[in-house]
């Protein structure tokens, strides 16, 4: 990635990676950090994140949208704990 991405949001892939279905791949962890930090930031800022923002965002950082809904229900896990 050419942009610096805080070391926070590779702690939230790791967390991820440990609870997903589908195993996070080594080239897959900038993406998701990225994907996590556009996601997260829009959650602090109470921004709605309506599906068509959480396509636009994975489009953007590179994910696979299959990751989408998996990645919903982690932060939804995880925000509850």
């Known amino acids: 990635m050419n942009t ?3 070391l926070k949001y590779y702690d939230i892939v790791d967390e991820y990676s440990t609870e997903c279905a589908e195993a996070v791949k080594e080239s897959e962890r ?5 994907y996590f930090q556009l996601l997260i930031t829009r959650l602090m800022n109470n921004e709605e994140i309506s ?3 959480q396509q636009e965002m994975a489009r953007e950082a590179g994910i696979a949208e299959q990751r989408i809904d998996d990645i919903a229900n982690f932060l939804n896990q995880w925000g509850n704990e």
């Open 51 to 53: 599906e068509e923002a």
């Open 4 to 6: 610096e991405i805080p």
């Open 30 to 34: 900038d993406c998701l950090a990225h």
